[in-house]
């Protein structure tokens, strides 16, 4: 016996979780069906791509799809699971929105509803995401298989409890982009000695990939940093100049306005 997954939505982070379950031997759901009212051209795009079928109207299948996944940006979450709530009885709603936790989904949908958060970052779309996840009250064992193998489709995953994804957004959804920012910064100052911005990005993006890889193998950033840093040295008066220029305070100021952006958008 198969299990249907509904997608509503088609953006970037749905396509990441299907294509991913795709790869999955054998895929542990069927049919997948993909639904965005608002561009017509794209579905048809997906539907080229992947053995998905494509809908205008969600409605059409909502009350039979076992797994109901919600990719859609948060002010958006209100209006659809409005709309979708007539057709809600045993599925698992899952959404991979910022601020829309398993609570808020359960406020919106008939009582005894099974719900879930998970929240990826950006390199679900190579299915290396470090997604966080909470569950709701009614979650089953069976459910939470579903749940596996969609979290299993984009990376790696760690279940929290609510309010910790609330206070973590900051650093597993949203720092990559700081990480990316980083990696701008890298370039232009590269590209400052006169080489051209190709040679700069090679040499950001190389030194950025074997110093992560450095990281999963030691995971001790301290140990890895005092290996880099001789006293005294050139490396050494560079790390002073971050710590002069209040470094350690920028990050954590990024950390606080991503959480409370990411509460605003939730609670509205």
């Not at 409005?82 to 057709?87: A, D, G, I, L, N």
């Not at 991979?96 to 359960?106: F, K, R, T």
Request: include cysteine; glycine fraction near 6%.
């Amino acid at each position: 016996m198969t299990t249907s997954i509904l997608f509503i939505g088609a953006g970037r982070m749905a396509e990441a979780v299907f294509s991913g379950l795709l790869k999955q031997k054998p895929c542990p759901f069927s049919p997948i069906y993909v639904a965005n009212r608002q561009n017509h051209a794209h579905l048809e795009n997906l539907q080229s791509l992947y053995p998905i079928e494509t809908l205008d109207r969600w409605e059409e299948v909502a009350a039979n799809a076992e797994v109901i996944v919600l990719a859609m940006p948060p002010h958006a979450h209100e209006e659809v699971l409005e709309r979708v709530s007539p057709y809600v009885d045993t599925q698992l709603i899952v959404t991979v929105a910022a601020g829309i936790g398993p609570s808020y989904l359960e406020s919106k949908l008939p009582e005894g509803a099974s719900t879930a958060w998970i929240m990826p970052n950006t390199a679900a779309q190579v299915g290396a995401s470090m997604s966080l996840y909470a569950v709701g009250q009614t979650v089953t064992e069976v459910q939470r298989g579903w749940l596996a193998n969609i979290l299993a489709a984009i990376g790696f995953s760690e279940e929290m409890t609510e309010a910790q994804i609330h206070e973590l957004t900051a650093i597993t959804g949203s720092a990559p982009a700081f990480f990316y920012e980083f990696a701008l910064q890298l370039e232009d100052a590269a590209k400052s000695f006169g080489i051209s911005e190709t040679l700069a990005r090679k040499l950001v993006s190389n030194m950025l990939i074997g110093s992560a890889k450095m990281l999963e193998a030691e995971e001790d950033p301290l140990v890895l940093r005092e290996q880099v840093t001789s006293p005294g040295g050139a490396t050494a008066a560079g790390l002073a100049s971050l710590s002069e220029n209040d470094f350690s305070d920028v990050v954590h100021s990024a950390i606080v306005a991503v959480n409370a952006r990411a509460r605003e958008q939730g609670e509205s």
